[in-house]
């Protein structure tokens, strides 16, 4: 059974191995072993700590294969992106330029530098190994993320983002960078992309154009690439958009990915999130009456904060009509994962608000 928890320091060789293989490059995973293992050590300080508003907290989680101990996944949120430097994104205007003389009236779209995402929090970091290919395991460790924040509001701000992967080819170039990062930056966009640190570098503001950048004038290739997420990134848009993301008006200054946004009181993680008590299905008996549930039930989140360890999994659960007790049939491999007895509560989120169908992939946010 795969379980989504925070990261251990006692994770780090298996942590570093993931960021050094994964492609496109995590930022929020830097190579170097001592940042990494300093990142880890934030994140620890950040789950034990009490916090009452979003600051420079970090939560890095791991996906944990039960049976092996291996660890096959990663994710994170940053409490409050930018905390430190302002988080940089290009916003999408529409610029009217017009004459009454000339009976001229053009609405043309422009890129302007921003950070007005500055503050907000983001989920980021998303990796999942490829062996894993599929919807189940990447729906656990992107939306595990939500679960964890539908439990601690405290830690998060009412409005929560996304980038996402823009468009590269199967060299790593990207067609918006060509266009106009390297002009003023002179150098490649992987070298660009693991100094930037998760676009929040003053360098950004310093070298990045401070006007306009009208995207008519933009070469084809660079217009076609405005806020698509690369096709590795495809399940990663679906599973956002399941979870109540939406586009937005920005795109990422460097590859022009995409944006999402969303109200976390509107996402399914917290507008579908309820408590229910656990029921052993360890018996014969236990285990026939879970299988007639689980004819008539559905996929759903399931999390636990026992003693302040967040765990998270997904489960087969009965539907229940309001008004009746919610149980959460749970065998003994689910309870072991979530580290929870029978009769204890757990908070569950339906996986899916609608059937949908989505596409083999397994990169993700853009970090």
Known sequence: MLFVRPARLADLDAIAQMARTAQPVLHSLPHDRAALEARIALSEDSFRAEVDFPGEEFYLFV????????????????AAAGYA???????NDALIHASRELH???????????????????????????????????????????????????????????????????????????????????????????ASGGRSRTFIAEVMPAYPLY??????????????PDPSAL?????????????????????????????????????GNET?????????????GA?????????????????????????????????ESAVAPLDAAARAALG???GEPVRCAPLYRATAQTEDAYMGDAQ
């Open 63 to 78: 996906l944990e294969d039960a049976a092996t101990g291996r660890l096959v996944g990663t994710s994170s949120i940053v």
């Open 85 to 91: 430097e302002p988080f940089y994104a290009f916003r």
């Open 104 to 194: 001229v009236n053009r609405k043309i779209h422009a890129l302007t530098m921003s950070h007005e995402l500055t503050g907000k929090s983001r989920l980021a970091g998303f990796y999942i190994e490829p062996s894993l290919r599929g919807d189940a395991a990447a729906h656990l460790m992107s939306r595990a993320r939500m679960m964890y924040v539908a439990m601690n509001r405290r830690r998060f701000t009412p409005e929560v983002f996304s980038l996402l992967l823009g468009v590269t080819d199967d060299a790593g170039v990207s067609p918006f960078w060509e266009a106009v990062g390297r002009k003023f930056f002179g150098r490649d966009f992987k070298d660009i992309e693991m």
């Open 215 to 228: 995207v008519p004038l933009l070469p084809e290739p660079a217009q076609r690439v405005l806020g698509e």
């Open 235 to 271: 399940l990663a848009y679906e599973i956002h958009l399941e979870e109540g993301f939406e586009p937005d008006r920005y795109v990422d200054i460097f590859d022009a990915g995409p944006v999402l946004t969303a109200q976390v009181d509107r996402t399914a993680s917290v507008a």
């Open 276 to 288: 229910r008590t656990v029921r052993e299905t360890a018996s014969a008996a236990g285990a026939a």
């Open 291 to 323: 299988a007639r549930a689980n004819a008539q039930g559905a996929a759903y989140l399931v999390a636990s904060q026992r003693a302040g360890e967040f765990r998270c999994v997904l489960a087969t659960l009965p539907q229940h009509e309001q008004g």
């Open 340 to 342: 929870v007895q029978d």
